[in-house]
């Protein structure tokens, strides 16, 4: 196919998938029933435009003759439609309606089932979701050589993934955590209260909100900034969408958040130029995608010099300061160490211990047959083998949207993500020591700089694995994940992780009643 033709359907090609993300952000930010539904039906009606576009037959030329193209950029371009083709492609389109209603009778129900405690609500539903998701796998593992349609299902988020070489890292940090959580003592019987001090109305955290990520560098004007049932960033370059939920309670929710999501933003605001034009423009792994989240949130949003530009601009900007309010205070509220069972509340050395119960119980239920009917029970297992604790509560399998939503594959990215900011970062601090300065002064341009010639330049033509070995010299591995939480145990001088109280200790004090953070 002529190089012009095919540019043009490439430009297609990136258009419907940034419409993708378009109508998703519509729906997450929809202001009422018929709006919300109305972007979910023009979501579908998208993915099927989708689907037509990357069968048509131009470009199934093109993917077929890629490896004589000479244009580095096309080729990047023809790698994410071939992608595409596969698992946006795969399968009919009656398939892909059917996979799209049961995600969504799904995601209702699992809403219901979880304000309630029950379960029971979703498992009928979540069942035949998995059943579909399967069929899918298996689907996209012939296409792809591989002999696990999980690992094909995860393929989908962060292309190329070896779950050989992924089970052989969740071994490795078992290993290295659990002695390190193994002497904790029993939780106590009572629920943590917040302190009100760090409480503050929605509208001063959105606005602070808007500061924090003005101040990390970001383009405001090409970033539109919305409230949400969650934090969430989509788009590309001059076209970047950002969600954000608030706890009035604690504003230092957010205020993390606000660096993560800014994290992703200016990943996605720093894209080469050069590729904007077609797919390639596209984030091409989550996993990729998540490390350059979690470099800013973990070299920044955890730091002194964050603590300090909070209370500086909430006194400055909005007039709100109290003796109390210290930068000390307000440093001990973003640091994370709980060990708790639930994800979100976890701190960083125990999170990797989450992923891996995610992962080892989808896949049983992807590659090994088990009904989601019975997943609770191997959750209680898993939890067993990891943290020591097999009570069966149903309500903490339905802690995360993600499988629920249709994205069964997804949670690795979490971990790969998580040992891809350790490795890049430690990399980036062994080349520029000055680092250290410029995060205890809340200065992130030092880091987008050297992020922009190592990393955003080269992240639309690498996978995820292929990008960590050309930037850090090395395949990914745990070693600087262990690295950076020895020394942050050193730097809290050694203090034991803190476990957190189980959820059954909690119902018992809010009166059966169930609300994860």
């Not at 880091?447 to 080269?458: Q, R």
């Not at 730097?491 to 803190?498: E, H, I, R």
Request: with cysteine; proline share 4%.
């Amino acid at each position: 196919m002529a190089g012009k033709d095919c540019d043009r359907l490439l430009k297609k090609v990136n258009e419907a998938v940034y419409r993708r993300d378009r109508f998703i952000f519509k729906v997450l930010t929809a202001e009422n029933a018929l709006a919300r539904n109305f972007a979910a039906v023009s979501f579908l009606h998208n993915e099927l435009s989708l689907h037509s576009l990357v069968n048509k037959k131009q470009l199934k030329k093109a993917v077929e003759n890629m490896d004589a193209e000479t244009d580095p950029v096309r080729l990047a371009h023809l790698k994410r439609v071939k992608h595409y083709q596969i698992h946006q492609g795969s399968g009919t389109k009656r398939d892909l309606v059917r996979r799209a209603l049961a995600m969504s009778s799904t995601e209702g129900k699992w809403r219901k089932a979880k304000a309630k405690g029950d379960y029971g609500i979703v498992a009928g539903a979540f069942d035949k979701l998995v059943k579909i998701s399967r069929d899918f796998g298996k689907n996209k593992a012939g296409k792809l050589g591989l002999s696990s349609p999980y690992e094909a299902l995860m393929d989908e988020f962060d292309p190329g993934r070896d779950v050989r070489h992924f089970d052989k890292m969740v071994a490795g940090l078992e290993s290295f955590i659990k002695p390190r959580i193994a002497g904790l003592p029993p939780a106590e019987e009572t629920a943590e209260k917040t302190d009100p001090l760090f409480a503050l109305p929605k509208d001063v955290q959105r606005a602070l909100c808007r500061k924090i990520l003005d101040h990390m560098g970001l383009d405001m004007d090409a970033l539109e900034f919305r409230d949400g049932p969650h934090p969430t960033c989509f788009g590309e370059s001059g076209r970047v969408m950002m969600t954000m939920s608030y706890k009035e309670d604690d504003f230092t929710y957010a205020a993390l958040a606000a660096v993560h999501e800014g994290g992703h933003a200016l990943y996605r605001q720093h894209m080469p130029a050069e590729y904007l034009q077609g797919p390639a423009a596209e984030v091409s792994s989550q996993s990729t995608d998540e490390s350059m989240a979690l470099i800013f949130e973990n070299a920044y949003g955890h730091s002194r010099g964050f603590a300090e530009f909070l209370v500086k601009t909430l006194k400055e900007d909005f007039g709100i300061s109290s003796p109390d309010l210290t930068a000390d205070k307000l440093f001990q509220q973003l640091q994370k160490q709980d060990m708790s069972l639930l994800r979100g509340a976890t701190g960083e050395e125990v999170y990797p211990l989450h992923i891996a119960l995610r992962y080892n119980t989808a896949r049983d239920m992807i590659d090994g047959g088990r009904s989601a009917q019975d997943m609770p029970e191997k959750w209680a297992k898993e939890e067993d083998t990891l943290f020591g604790c097999g009570e069966k509560i149903t309500e903490r399998p339905m802690q995360d949207i993600h499988w629920y939503g249709g994205k069964i594959g997804y949670f690795p990215c979490y971990l790969t993500g998580t040992l891809m900011a350790a490795q890049i970062f430690e990399t980036a601090l062994d080349e520029k020591p000055e680092l250290e300065q410029a995060i205890a002064d809340f200065n992130t341009a030092p880091l987008i700089d050297w992020l922009k010639e190592n990393v955003y330049s080269k992240a639309p033509r690498h996978t995820s694995d292929e990008l960590v070995k050309e930037v850090t010299g090395k395949k990914l591995d745990i070693d600087a994940f262990k690295n950076r939480v020895i020394k942050s145990a050193a730097a809290n001088g050694n203090k034991a992780v803190k476990k957190s109280a189980p959820q059954s200790a909690l119902r018992k004090k809010t009166g059966g009643k169930f609300s994860p953070k």
